[in-house]
């Protein structure tokens, strides 16, 4: 017999009394398996879920029905890793107010918070959130192959990331499509538009064609989140640029001019009254009200609309992505949120935060949490952050309003998106601050595009000049 | 203020002047620690540059945000507005109430509900105020009002989308919600006066406006101006109605200083900047109050 | 004289006529609103944005069940909003109404000037105190925590309700004190004893005043509490959700932030008008 290295016997005992312990103590196990067997997925994973058992943290999210959803999955993650969340939820500002002013004081309150990606190149510059890849890289907590970090939408992994390095993991997301309601196209033979311009003859022809019905909406609500949500896909459709070479900002450019106009000239002819103060609820709820005969916005709105116990909008909507502007292009968002790690935590605590994180984006809990119903009127999760998932039949089962929407949502998610559609840089709040005034200024005829927009301009190349 | 009740007995004027002080004590304590240090941290803050969005450029700047508000067109259009705002919503709560109050001073069927009703405006949240008003009340068809100016043959307004309504419908919101205030205070004033003056004026004068005029007015000034004092407060740091009404829009329409500084604090995360808004709004603030209270003690005497 | 009794008559019913129809209108304005709001909560989702709007609708309670049994938020800072503004009203009186006594009734050097000082100390734009605050309670662990809120919340309260004590005080007969002395009371018992008691009612009003100021607080209360200290007001924004706005929970939490208060308002509003008022008469 050759001699047997330490290490080797070692690894045969190991072998041989793995299999005793497991088919002595298999019945036990068994038991258990069947209590533990939701976390059969997570246990796969080559990491220690409990390595800082015992550790509390607190996580900011807003209300939404896909945060309710995590929120009441969570005490899963809590029996696996022994680690205790507690969650504050908080509407959107006030809750991005409340996680900068944590930062900025550096109390530590929150070890994460669900945040706007426009934000993180803020947050790195002052040094307030840890890089990724400080979690990703080590293999103590997190086992790369597992988590598989390639599934998740590349572009949201972009859009997360400043120069490079990811700074938040994406939870939940989406696309911006074009919704539309079918019934109204049929009777008017109308076919859904391949460009703007043609978006805007299909809103001419169906406004007031029952006498009140509003040919189509957008946000109008001033907000860099609002209205700075649609418009930077308009004038990126129009081929815009934010900055030259040198850094000097463009948005008063012909296509910013060109793409303002077109924004305000569809809003004012064609909007529903007020449609200057709308956010999407307001569109949504208008849509499915059948006030409005189509609109641009978020994907997510089809769990509302296919509800029919919320829209009279039910199996009658039609999905597509947005028309191309004079470029050829279509812009959609890269919207997601986006959750980062409290760079002023202790040790323990920064590892509880990852654990969550990877827990969160990981796809047993994007699948689960994507079909679970916290109640029996509950809609399902449209943002889920893989595109595994995205392709997987069950998924589809579930999300499957028409037969084309998951296509559109990630074709969209595919080649729509642009990571740079907004300016990623830390003067974003100022930035998107001026142009949302600006855009609601036009809108309102409070100043023409093109005054508004030199003003914006004016008013950005100030904010980087000090810089 | 008006003569006070001291002791006759001297050797009781020590320990009243202890008590005095052992009375307030609590209070001023109080009230210094808590509104001091933040006081003078706020006035720190707006000498310095803190701007989150860059921070390698943050210091001591002195008194270069002072300046730079000088040439900050956004910043005269909002005290533009804010002078606006206050004047005309204190101008008509005064007015408004004292108008209704003159009509049921001598009292009437329905007090209590009246009371009652009035009461209802003040003591709802200015947050819901501003949420019920803009969604339920003035919403272009749905709301009840805009419902109303349609049948009655006005149209639909634009009541919060173009800039003039909107800061018309901001002024109309503070202005329903607080005008009671005016009105019970003059109620009650009213009631409290001495009845032989006005006995008096009826077979002294012709018309009731002479009456008005030269006898009731002055004899409410001391009320008059109460009103002024604590109404103009409330209206220059105006917060939650209007934010939650208009957000300070459309554009820039009803962004009344407080709500700037608001903006560029928390949205342009521009921190000394937003500091420097908030000191200049308090000092307004201050000054005018100043001025009011001047006028309250020459009109006791 | 006969002249102007005739010249009255018929005057007076155009009077009566107008001051009816005045009345209406100002129940109208001002009670209708409010109603609108109650009214709303208890329709159902599909029927709060109609047109026209309705007034006849079959009732549900289905937001109320929403807002207090589905989502536990609600009856969670509905108790925390008690204690706060229970613990701030009471501290509150206990500052602020011998102050007022002594503001008004004891001459001691610096009175104008201290008392100028408690008015304008509430003039600071919350806005500006925001930061400051929440960097001093972070800093003192005292972000979540019902004595933060408190604090804060009776830099609100403490210098209105001075202010409204001392016009209570101000209408007492100068006898009160003049009748004591003469008995050789001290300044203690003179207060305690005889002052307080008088204006008891005026205390009151001004726990009612301070109760509501605390209780409706939205600014200081969403940035310096957290999961464990929120208040109503706070809570009752978690219906206005990023995918939709649940105004049928909204309108039925906001009907019940404002229950309580005008409940109280029922009972009381004699006395808070009394309360109000009194300061104009005297001046």
């Keep these: 017999m050759s001699k047997v290295t330490r290490r080797e016997f070692l690894d045969k005992s190991v072998k041989v009394g793995g299999l005793l312990l497991a088919s002595g103590i298999a019945p036990a196990f068994i038991r258990r398996a069947f209590s533990e067997d939701k976390h059969a997925a997570y246990l796969n994973a080559k990491i220690n879920w409990r390595q800082v058992e015992g550790t509390r943290i607190k996580v900011l999210v807003t209300p939404a029905h896909y945060f309710n959803k995590f929120r009441a999955i969570t005490p899963q993650f809590e029996e696996l890793s022994g680690v205790k969340i507690d969650f504050d939820i908080i509407p959107p500002r006030e809750m991005r107010e409340k996680a900068v002013l944590d930062f900025g004081a550096k109390s530590g309150n929150y070890a994460s918070h669900t945040a706007d990606p426009m934000y993180l190149s803020l947050y790195e510059a002052n040094k307030w959130v840890e890089p990724l890849d400080n979690f990703l890289n080590d293999p103590k907590l997190t086992d790369k192959a597992w988590f598989d970090l390639e599934d998740i939408i590349p572009l949201w992994r972009a859009a997360d990331s400043v120069n490079g390095k990811l700074y938040g993991m994406p939870a939940e997301g989406e696309a911006t499509i074009h919704v539309y309601n079918r019934e109204l196209y049929e009777q008017k033979g109308l076919q859904p538009p391949e460009t703007l311009a043609q978006f805007m003859e299909t809103a001419k022809e169906l406004n007031k064609i029952d006498g009140r019905i509003a040919g189509a909406a957008l946000r109008g609500f001033r907000g860099a989140g609002q209205n700075m949500y649609i418009w930077p896909s308009l004038f990126l459709a129009w081929g815009g640029k934010w900055f030259d070479a040198d850094g000097n900002p463009l948005v008063n450019s012909e296509p910013g001019v060109k793409s303002l106009e077109y924004y305000c000239e569809l809003l004012q002819n064609y909007g529903p009254a007020g449609v200057e103060n709308w956010n999407w609820p307001e569109i949504m709820e208008a849509f499915a009200g059948q006030n409005v005969a189509q609109f641009i916005d978020s994907n997510s709105t089809a769990s509302i609309i296919e509800n029919p116990k919320k829209s009279k909008m039910a199996g009658k909507t039609g999905y597509q992505r947005w028309p191309k502007g004079p470029s050829g292009r279509r812009v959609s968002s890269i919207w997601n949120w986006t959750m980062p790690v409290n760079a002023v935590l202790p040790e323990k605590q920064k590892t509880a935060t990852w654990l969550y994180l990877q827990w969160l984006a990981s796809r047993p809990t994007q699948f689960s949490s994507a079909v679970y119903k916290e109640n029996p009127d509950a809609v399902v999760r449209t943002g889920v952050n893989r595109v595994s998932i995205w392709s997987d039949p069950e998924y589809r089962k579930v999300i499957d309003f028409t037969p084309d929407y998951a296509d559109v949502v990630l074709t969209a998610m595919r080649e729509d998106t642009d990571s740079d559609w907004r300016p990623r840089v830390p003067q974003w709040p100022k930035i998107g601050e001026a142009m949302a005034v600006a855009i609601q200024a036009a809108l309102v005829k409070q100043k023409t595009p093109k005054q508004a927009l030199d003003d914006a301009n004016a008013d950005i190349a100030k904010v980087m000049k000090r810089s | ?301 | 004289m006969v002249k102007q009794i005739h010249d009255r008559n018929p005057l007076k019913l155009i009077g009566i006529a107008v001051k009816s129809i005045l009345f209406m209108l100002m129940i109208l304005t001002w009670a209708f609103p409010v109603l609108w709001v109650i009214l709303t909560s208890f329709k159902t989702r599909t029927d709060i944005f109609t047109v026209p709007p309705k007034i006849f609708f079959n009732p549900t309670v289905e937001h109320y069940i929403e807002a207090f049994i589905r989502t536990s938020d609600i009856a969670f800072g509905t108790s925390n909003s008690i204690v706060i503004a229970t613990v701030t009203t009471l501290l509150t009186l206990l500052v602020a109404v011998p102050a007022g006594y002594a503001f008004s009734r004891v001459t001691f050097k610096f009175r104008s000037q201290l008392s100028f000082f408690a008015l304008i100390s509430q003039m600071a734009p919350p806005i500006g105190m925001i930061i400051p605050y929440f960097f001093i309670l972070s800093r003192t662990q005292m972000l979540d925590s019902y004595s933060g809120l408190i604090a804060i919340h009776m830099t609100l309260t403490v210098p209105f309700s001075i202010w409204l004590m001392i016009t209570y005080f101000q209408d007492l007969p100068v006898s009160l004190e003049e009748s004591a002395a003469i008995d050789g009371a001290s300044p203690f018992t003179t207060f305690f004893r005889v002052v307080l008691p008088t204006v008891w009612g005026g205390v009151g009003v001004t726990a009612i005043f301070a109760f509501i100021e605390s209780w409706n607080e939205f600014l200081y209360a969403v940035v310096l509490t957290g999961s464990r200290t929120k208040t109503v007001p706070v809570a009752i924004f978690s219906f206005l959700t990023t995918e939709e706005s649940l105004w049928g929970p909204f309108t039925a939490t906001g009907v019940t932030i404002m229950a309580p208060v005008i409940l109280v308002a029922l009972f009381a509003q004699r006395q808070m008008i009394k309360g109000m008022t009194l300061g104009a008469t005297k001046g």
Aim: some cysteine; aromatic content about 14%.
């Design chain 2, 1 to 301: 203020m008006p003569a006070i009740a001291t002791p006759p007995k001297v050797k009781y004027q020590k320990q009243w002047e202890r008590f005095g002080y052992a009375m307030i004590s609590p209070s001023m304590i109080f009230l210094v620690l808590v509104t001091t240090v933040p006081l003078v941290s706020l006035l720190v803050m707006s000498c310095f540059r803190i701007d989150l969005t860059y921070p390698p450029g943050n210091g001591w700047i002195g008194l270069e945000n002072y300046l730079e508000m000088f040439k900050d067109a956004r910043f005269w259009y909002s005290i533009r507005l804010t002078v606006i705002y206050t004047a005309i919503t204190v101008a008509l709560q005064v007015v408004v109430g004292l108008g209704l109050a003159m009509a049921f001073f001598r009292g009437f069927r329905g007090q209590g509900l009246m009371r009652v009703s009035v009461l209802l405006p003040m003591i709802l949240a200015p947050v819901v105020v501003g949420l019920a008003w803009r969604t339920l009340i003035l919403t272009p068809e749905y709301g009840i009002l805009d419902y109303i100016a349609i049948l009655l043959g006005f149209g639909s307004k634009p009541w919060l989308v173009d800039p003039t309504w909107a800061l018309i419908s901001v002024i109309i919101i503070h202005t329903w919600q607080w005008t009671p205030f005016a009105f019970l205070v003059f109620l009650a004033s009213l009631n409290a006066m001495p009845q032989e003056p006005l006995e008096a004026a009826l077979l002294d004068t012709r018309t009731s406006w002479q009456r008005f005029r030269y006898i009731i007015l002055p004899m409410l000034r001391p009320a008059i101006v109460i009103v002024l004092i604590f109404r103009t407060m409330i209206a220059l740091r105006a917060f939650a109605a209007i934010f939650s009404a208009t957000g300070g829009g459309p554009g820039t329409a009803t962004e009344i200083l407080n709500l700037y500084s608001y903006r560029v604090s928390f949205n342009s995360l521009d921190l000394g900047y937003g500091a420097a808004l908030g000191t200049v709004l308090l000092l307004i603030t201050v000054g005018v109050s100043m001025i009011f209270f001047r006028m309250r003690r020459a009109s006791i005497s």
